[in-house]
């Protein structure tokens, strides 16, 4: 069965440094997405990419991150000054028709800002 | 105003019980609801997906969406053991534009059904 991978599995930087999450989606899938999720609390929604270009943000996506589809297989987001409350589970997900049933996410980065 | 509730619980049951998990919102626009189970260190994987009000049946599983009371559940009959996973609701407003659907999560129900 085809998946959402996301590498690595578990980051640990230090506070100020950019980093960069990886996620390759499934092949022929055209929405793609980044969720987190902080310990103990709900995922969270942050970013929707369609076209090559974000189509929707919440809040929490401010000026810190950002997200690429580089060479059309891969998909990262970055933050570029990481702080102590951006540790979190990211998963990235994408859907072929946008629609909420074929939703696939990957297994996320766990990031650990120290 | 929170958006989304859900009773982390732990819930413990034992082998072979029907598990009820539920999930109520504040948002009326919400139109389209599912429930994800999450392993330890795992992404979330659809489970059951309802558009609009109504019940939905899917082996030992049943989801149900109440609008007017802004309440869904999902019954799981016979529980195994292999069940024990966090349960997590979750719900959208639909498409925006070329958003596709940004979903909007509970907080997660911890199931543990004992052998």
């Known amino acids: 069965e085809p998946e959402v991978t996301q590498t690595p599995s578990h980051q640990v930087t230090q506070m100020g440094q950019e980093v960069i999450l990886r996620c390759v989606p499934i092949?022929?899938?055209?929405?793609f997405y980044w969720y987190r999720q902080i310990l103990g609390q709900k995922v969270e929604f942050l970013v929707s990419?369609?076209?090559?270009?974000?189509?929707?943000k919440s809040e929490i996506f401010d000026d810190q991150f950002s997200v690429e589809r580089p060479d059309g297989s891969n998909f990262t987001l970055k933050i570029r000054s990481t702080k102590l409350e951006d540790s979190a589970m990211y998963f990235c997900?994408?859907?072929?028709?946008?629609?909420?049933?074929?939703?696939?996410f990957g297994s996320g980065t766990r990031l650990t800002v120290v | 105003q929170k958006e989304v509730e859900q009773d982390p619980g732990p819930l413990s049951v034992p082998e072979g019980a029907i598990v009820s998990l539920n999930c109520t919102y504040s948002n009326s626009a919400f139109q389209y609801f599912m429930w994800y189970r999450q392993y330890s260190r795992k992404g979330p994987e659809l489970l059951m997906y309802t558009y609009s009000s109504g019940n939905k049946e899917d082996g030992r599983f049943t989801a149900q969406v109440d609008k007017s009371s802004k309440y869904i559940s999902l019954f799981i009959r016979d529980s195994q053991p292999s069940d024990s996973a966090t349960y997590l609701c979750?719900?959208?407003?639909?498409?925006?534009?070329?958003?596709?659907?940004?979903?909007?999560f509970g907080k997660g129900t911890s199931l543990l059904v004992t052998p």
């Open positions: 990419f369609y076209n090559n270009e974000i189509s929707e």
């Open positions: 092949s022929n899938h055209l929405y």
């Open positions: 997900a994408s859907t072929l028709t946008g629609s909420n049933y074929g939703y696939t």
């Open positions: 979750a719900m959208s407003v639909g498409p925006n534009s070329n958003s596709g659907y940004a979903l909007n």
